[in-house]
Nanobody, 123 residues
């Protein structure tokens, strides 16, 4: 039902912006919540942001709140993660994932994952 593919990573200078995309190749995300997670070298995977299936609520980690924005575009089967004011500590592999019905901050709750896209923020 869902097969997310994430894209949009790259290299950017500190203070710059990037927009990541998570696209469901099988159509609309429908009743699935979508989350973004990231993993830096030598660190555990951490929650970044999530949007509910109804787009009613969005959730952010404390480290990105106010800088990142998650947006859901069901007409185009895509969830965007707009990242502003990027910092070197944002460097990581970013992956989107889907969870049926409700959003959580726990990666173990998510069932379908994109392949990951590298974001590198240089000084």
């Amino acid at each position: 039902q869902v097969q997310p593919i994430d894209s949009g990573g790259g290299v950017v200078q500190a203070g710059g912006s990037l927009t990541l995309a998570c696209t469901n190749t099988r159509g609309s995300f429908g009743n699935y919540a979508v989350g973004w997670f990231r993993q830096a070298p030598g660190k555990e995977r951490e929650f970044v942001a999530a949007v509910t299936r109804t787009v009613t609520n969005t959730y952010y980690s404390a480290s990105v709140k106010g800088r990142f924005t998650i947006a859901r575009d069901d007409a185009n089967n895509t969830v965007w993660l707009r990242m502003n004011s990027l910092r070197p500590e944002d460097t990581a592999v970013y992956s989107c994932a889907t969870k049926y019905w409700s959003a959580t901050r726990n990666a173990d709750d998510y069932d379908y994952w994109g392949q990951g896209t590298q974001v590198t923020v240089s000084l």
